[in-house]
């Protein structure tokens, strides 16, 4: 007798030969981008460091195609966007000690976000390693331990027949669900030694689905459609699993309202009779949920942004999907699926009955106009035609990455992204500097069409030299700098909460001169002028930067009422 477990792939004649005679001058580095490109990698990021040489020699001898940053931070940035964008895992490769510390911003973003990012470092040489202090170069106790509490998951490798399994089973912890960055390390010796071993085939790194408890959905469906008024929250997993087709149809089987956290942007039509669009900072939006009596929060953990700062309380039921187990009831009791967000909407689609309600298209009226009301009372006018201005300019499709400024955090409530997957920001773990670097990521995923990024003058600091990396690769990215010479949104704050501001004045230089001397054009506008301007930079291929001076304001929140 034959069992499935004695079976195995014999190997043909071709690959016996090739096992035999593996091609001269290898090392430990192609083994790595040999296992990347036999998972399907075919783009890396990264900086070299001394430790990572092997590796970025070992570029040169494969296919993939390698973007390199200026400064680690930005390249996690990079990737995170490619991630997010393509849905595959971005391979981001790093040197040792400093250089692996300079990414871990953008690594906690990633995790945040549920960004598939597989984080590849050198290591001191293997005599170094066990925690003693031998004096190598970017030598640290234990490196791992500065990712262990940022990371899904951490892969060791001390010798090179380890190298392949260790970066297929991180790329397999990346991809399933919920997705996030990965760290794998191999020390400098094991990178660059020269091997023997045969050239790395096809790996075999097939995440599994989270499937939802059958249960568990046809109670929910069972509520939903008895429900008297449902609403839906939509999160960012309805995005990255690429189910807003599915969250639609089952808001319109149910005529339940829909609104969209920040991270959920997209995920539903901004414009469609139940779309609540995404004012969770607005106690209209806030008193509207809690009325539900049956709330279904899919790809959500109902954080701090989601929950206007902790001053949701849920008076009905909730049901919450979610993918990532430590988010499942975390803030509110509920009926807790763990599942990715397409299975389990798949499944309710399935099971619950049409449900008529002709008051829904209503209350969503009445609620979107008592928050326009709100928002007109403040005088903004300035505000909201800048962000017209942003929205008309940018083509629909076009994603745009928007770092942590005012005119962001308007975007997040009152910006239209025409699209799933279209609108993204630092909103997971909220650091400065993520748009720029991300928007070149997003624009070496897909380059046929061009990408936006949106900064303040205080986070387009943060990745300037990127304009290099802009102009090296010839990415297709318009980058908006919204100048008010200090950090912004910390100005407000500190005035509201002490009378006056301290340490948020910023010295800056000319962005335009700066952007040119890069050989990036530039081009000063004001608000008149700004969609004329965004529009023909967008439109004119390879990078560029928009300069807006203006000081904005940050409409009134609500949770402090």
Do not use: C
């Given at each position: 007798?034959?069992?499935?477990?004695?079976?195995?792939?014999?190997?043909?004649?071709?690959?016996?030969?090739?096992?035999?005679?593996?091609?001269?001058?290898?090392?430990?580095?192609?083994?790595?981008?040999?296992?990347?490109?036999?998972?399907?990698?075919t783009t890396v990021f990264?900086?070299?460091?001394?430790?990572?040489?092997?590796?970025?020699?070992?570029?040169?001898?494969?296919?993939?195609?390698?973007?390199?940053?200026?400064?680690?931070?930005?390249?996690?940035?990079?990737?995170?966007?490619?991630?997010?964008?393509?849905?595959?895992?971005?391979?981001?490769?790093?040197?040792?000690?400093?250089?692996?510390?300079?990414?871990?911003?953008?690594?906690?973003?990633?995790?945040?976000?549920?960004?598939?990012?597989?984080?590849?470092?050198?290591?001191?040489?293997?005599?170094?390693?066990?925690?003693?202090?031998?004096?190598?170069?970017?030598?640290?106790?234990?490196?791992?331990?500065?990712?262990?509490?940022?990371?899904?998951?951490?892969?060791?490798?001390?010798?090179?027949?380890?190298?392949?399994?260790?970066?297929?089973?991180?790329?397999?912890?990346a991809l399933t669900v919920?997705?996030?960055?990965?760290?794998?390390?191999?020390?400098?010796?094991?990178?660059?030694?020269?091997?023997?071993?045969?050239?790395?085939?096809?790996?075999?790194?097939?995440?599994?689905?989270?499937?939802?408890?059958?249960?568990?959905?046809?109670?929910?469906?069972?509520?939903?459609?008895?429900?008297?008024?449902?609403?839906?929250?939509?999160?960012?997993?309805?995005?990255?699993?690429?189910?807003?087709?599915?969250?639609?149809?089952?808001?319109?089987?149910?005529?339940?309202?829909?609104?969209?956290?920040?991270?959920?942007?997209?995920?539903?039509?901004?414009?469609?009779?139940?779309?609540?669009?995404?004012?969770?900072?607005?106690?209209?939006?806030?008193?509207?949920?809690?009325?539900?009596?049956?709330?279904?929060?899919?790809?959500?953990?109902?954080?701090?942004?989601?929950?206007?700062?902790?001053?949701?309380?849920?008076?009905?039921?909730?049901?919450?999907?979610?993918?990532?187990?430590?988010?499942?009831?975390?803030?509110?009791?509920?009926?807790?699926?763990?599942a990715d967000a397409r299975?389990?909407?798949?499944?309710?689609?399935?099971?619950?009955?049409?449900?008529?309600?002709?008051?829904?298209?209503?209350?969503?009226?009445?609620?979107?106009?008592?928050?326009?009301?709100?928002?007109?009372?403040?005088?903004?006018?300035?505000?909201?035609?800048?962000?017209?201005?942003?929205?008309?300019?940018?083509?629909?499709?076009?994603?745009?990455?928007?770092?942590?400024?005012?005119?962001?955090?308007?975007?997040?409530?009152?910006?239209?992204?025409?699209?799933?997957?279209?609108?993204?920001?630092?909103?997971?773990?909220?650091?400065?500097?993520?748009?720029?670097?991300?928007?070149?990521?997003?624009?070496?995923?897909?380059?046929?069409?061009?990408?936006?990024?949106?900064?303040?003058?205080?986070?387009?600091?943060?990745?300037?030299?990127?304009?290099?990396?802009?102009?090296?690769?010839?990415?297709?990215?318009?980058?908006?700098?919204?100048?008010?010479?200090?950090?912004?949104?910390?100005?407000?704050?500190?005035?509201?909460?002490?009378?006056?501001?301290?340490?948020?004045?910023?010295?800056?230089?000319?962005?335009?001169?700066?952007?040119?001397?890069?050989?990036?054009?530039?081009?000063?506008?004001?608000?008149?002028?700004?969609?004329?301007?965004?529009?023909?930079?967008?439109?004119?291929?390879?990078?560029?930067?928009?300069?807006?001076?203006?000081?904005?304001?940050?409409?009134?929140?609500?949770?402090?009422?």
């Amino acid at each position: 007798m034959t069992h499935d477990h004695d079976l195995v792939l014999r190997p043909t004649a071709a690959q016996t030969s090739a096992a035999l005679n593996p091609p001269p001058g290898r090392n430990g580095g192609d083994l790595v981008v040999e296992t990347l490109t036999g998972l399907g990698a075919t783009t890396v990021f990264g900086l070299p460091g001394q430790h990572a040489l092997g590796m970025f020699d070992a570029l040169r001898r494969s296919s993939l195609q390698y973007v390199g940053l200026r400064v680690e931070n930005n390249a996690g940035f990079a990737a995170d966007a490619y991630g997010r964008i393509t849905g595959e895992a971005a391979p981001l490769l790093l040197s040792t000690g400093p250089g692996a510390l300079t990414s871990l911003a953008a690594l906690q973003e990633a995790a945040a976000a549920s960004s598939p990012v597989l984080a590849i470092s050198s290591q001191i040489p293997t005599a170094g390693l066990g925690g003693g202090r031998h004096g190598y170069l970017h030598e640290l106790p234990d490196q791992q331990a500065s990712f262990r509490g940022v990371v899904k998951s951490v892969h060791t490798v001390r010798s090179q027949s380890q190298i392949p399994s260790a970066i297929a089973a991180a790329w397999e912890s990346a991809l399933t669900v919920p997705h996030g960055p990965v760290w794998v390390e191999i020390p400098q010796d094991v990178l660059l030694a020269e091997t023997a071993l045969p050239v790395v085939t096809a790996m075999d790194a097939t995440p599994e689905d989270v499937v939802p408890r059958p249960e568990l959905t046809a109670l929910a469906a069972h509520l939903l459609s008895h429900a008297a008024r449902p609403a839906i929250i939509a999160g960012g997993g309805v995005v990255r699993a690429d189910a807003s087709g599915k969250l639609r149809r089952l808001a319109e089987k149910l005529n339940a309202p829909v609104v969209t956290t920040f991270g959920g942007k997209g995920a539903f039509p901004w414009e469609h009779p139940l779309s609540l669009q995404s004012w969770l900072e607005d106690r209209h939006t806030t008193d509207f949920l809690e009325d539900a009596d049956v709330l279904l929060v899919v790809g959500s953990g109902l954080g701090e942004l989601s929950s206007n700062y902790h001053t949701f309380k849920p008076r009905g039921r909730v049901i919450q999907i979610e993918a990532d187990l430590g988010k499942l009831e975390s803030n509110h009791p509920a009926l807790g699926i763990h599942a990715d967000a397409r299975l389990a909407l798949s499944a309710l689609l399935e099971t619950v009955s049409d449900r008529e309600d002709d008051t829904a298209a209503e209350r969503v009226r009445t609620v979107l106009a008592r928050v326009g009301e709100r928002i007109a009372a403040q005088e903004l006018t300035l505000e909201q035609d800048v962000l017209a201005a942003v929205r008309r300019a940018l083509p629909a499709g076009s994603p745009s990455f928007w770092d942590m400024t005012i005119l962001a955090y308007w975007a997040w409530s009152a910006f239209d992204p025409r699209g799933a997957n279209a609108m993204h920001s630092a909103q997971g773990a909220g650091g400065l500097g993520y748009g720029f670097p991300a928007a070149l990521g997003a624009a070496t995923a897909d380059p046929t069409r061009p990408v936006l990024a949106v900064s303040g003058d205080g986070g387009a600091l943060y990745s300037i030299a990127e304009l290099a990396t802009a102009k090296q690769y010839d990415l297709n990215v318009t980058w908006l700098i919204v100048d008010d010479g200090g950090y912004g949104i910390l100005r407000e704050y500190m005035a509201d909460a002490f009378g006056q501001s301290t340490a948020t004045e910023l010295t800056r230089p000319d962005y335009v001169a700066l952007a040119e001397s890069f050989g990036v054009p530039g081009v000063r506008t004001t608000p008149e002028t700004l969609e004329t301007d965004l529009s023909k930079a967008l439109a004119t291929p390879g990078p560029s930067v928009v300069l807006l001076p203006a000081v904005l304001r940050m409409f009134a929140p609500t949770h402090l009422d």
